[in-house]
């Protein structure tokens, strides 16, 4: 089984920033995207951020110049480096990756469990 682990989340002022970092664990051949979302009270789960096998980027509108994803195969690992948050950022977090288990001959996107972003004076 393949299991991912977010950590870094909490509450921060409004310009403040946080890193989020997401480890994945388990039998793994190789991973293919990785993202992160959000989903805020009351609303659908959304992308925040992506970045391909190759490093190439997408971000929301919202956060785009204030995020930064990041991906460092070697371990295992993807990123959220946000800075001068916002009230409207405050949401869960959530990354997904898309794994290629050993044991399997294509891919699953597997999900964290979420961490809680606050953004509050």
């Known amino acids: 089984q393949v299991h991912l682990v977010e950590s870094g989340g909490g509450l921060v002022q409004p310009g403040g920033s946080l890193r989020l970092s997401c480890v994945a664990s388990?039998?793994?051949?190789?991973?293919?995207?990785m993202a992160w979302y959000r989903q805020a009270p009351g609303k659908e789960r959304e992308l925040v951020a992506a970045?391909?096998?190759?490093?190439?980027?997408h971000y929301a509108d919202p956060v785009k110049g204030r995020f930064t994803i990041s991906r460092d195969n070697a371990v295992n690992t993807v990123s959220l480096q946000m800075n001068s948050l916002r009230p409207e950022d405050t949401a869960v977090y959530y990354c997904?990756?898309?794994?290629?288990?050993?044991?399997?001959?294509?891919?699953?996107?597997?999900w964290g469990q979420g961490t809680l972003v606050t953004v509050s004076s």
């Open positions: 970045v391909t096998p190759g490093r190439i980027t």
């Open positions: 997904k990756i898309a794994v290629l288990p050993l044991t399997l001959s294509g891919f699953l996107d597997i």
């Open positions: 388990g039998s793994i051949a190789s991973f293919g995207d």
